[in-house]
């Protein structure tokens, strides 16, 4: 978990190999996490989560905000490859690719049982998290 701006954020990380990311990686993608969430006031739960992607083409950071009780925002950077610790925001209004949705399909579902169904529980929903391992599968 991570704390920026204002956003208890859930991270989750991609490669296409398993491995895991580098410290240093992680360290620009929080710093540039930073910056994504600032302009955005919560306006409730202060609930988010982030996907970080090291895919083909790019390496990509996805944050996602929950807002206006039921409704997810999304930001979005990417930096190349060859250059993975670069990140510079999304302009196009993407939500993300096919291996990142199954994470966001995941996290629909949490904030449904943990903030919607029941009592609303932010430490419920911080800590209810998608089981480690491959995704994309049909």
Not at 28 to 47: H, L, W
Not at 65 to 92: G, H, N, T, Y
């Amino acid at each position: 978990m991570a704390v920026a701006a204002r956003w208890q954020v859930k991270r989750y990380e991609l490669t296409l190999d398993g491995e895991e990311l580098p410290p240093s990686l992680r360290a620009a993608a929080d710093q540039m996490m930073e910056t994504m969430v600032a302009p955005f006031e919560p306006d409730g739960p202060e609930g988010a989560f982030s996907v970080l992607h090291s895919g083909e083409d790019a390496v990509w950071l996805n944050v996602y905000m929950w807002c206006q009780e039921a409704i997810v925002r999304c930001v979005m950077a990417s930096a190349p490859q060859d250059d993975p610790e670069s990140f510079e925001p999304l302009k196009e209004p993407l939500i993300g690719c096919v291996w990142e949705l199954p994470i966001l399909e995941f996290e629909r579902s949490s904030w449904v049982r943990n903030m919607l169904l029941i009592e609303p529980s932010l430490g419920a929903y911080l800590r209810d998290r998608r089981p480690a391992g491959l995704v994309g599968g049909p």
